[in-house]
């Protein structure tokens, strides 16, 4: 299947299928930043949770379109809270997990399960 191709406003055409976590989080950018910067991090967090929250409903009701819309929509919140703290959410990710699970550095990872120490 060839990838889908959309045009996001005066965005141009986005290849959906090949978009890396960094243009991911620039394209949220482009669409929300001026807003979500204006509002702040600490208020921009409150509407993170609500969509953590709306992710964990469609969690218990097992709606596969619902969860992958609220996926998506955890992902945006995060990667706006990202950009809002001049934090590059993919170098984020490689720096902490490149090397496996960050405590025990084993993929996969091999730590006792908290609470079961």
């Keep these: ?21 960094h243009e991911f989080q620039q394209l949220i950018e482009r669409i929300y930043y001026e807003r979500d910067s204006g509002r702040g991090l600490p208020a921009t967090f409150m509407w993170f949770t609500e969509e ?12 596969k379109q619902q969860l992958a819309e609220e996926f998506g929509d955890v992902l945006a919140w ?16 490689v720096n902490k997990y490149a090397q496996g699970c960050p405590k ?13 120490r």
Excluded: K, N
Aim: hydrophobic share 40%; with cysteine.
């Design 52 to 63: 953590v929250g709306e992710l964990a409903q469609a969690l218990r009701e097992a709606d």
């Design 1 to 21: 299947m060839p990838p889908r191709r959309i045009t996001a406003g005066g965005l141009g055409t986005i290849l959906l299928q090949t978009m890396t976590i």
């Design 104 to 116: 025990c550095h084993q993929t996969p990872c091999i730590c006792p399960e908290p609470g079961l």
């Design 78 to 93: 995060l990667c706006t809270m990202a950009s809002i703290a001049g934090i590059d959410l993919q170098q984020a990710a």
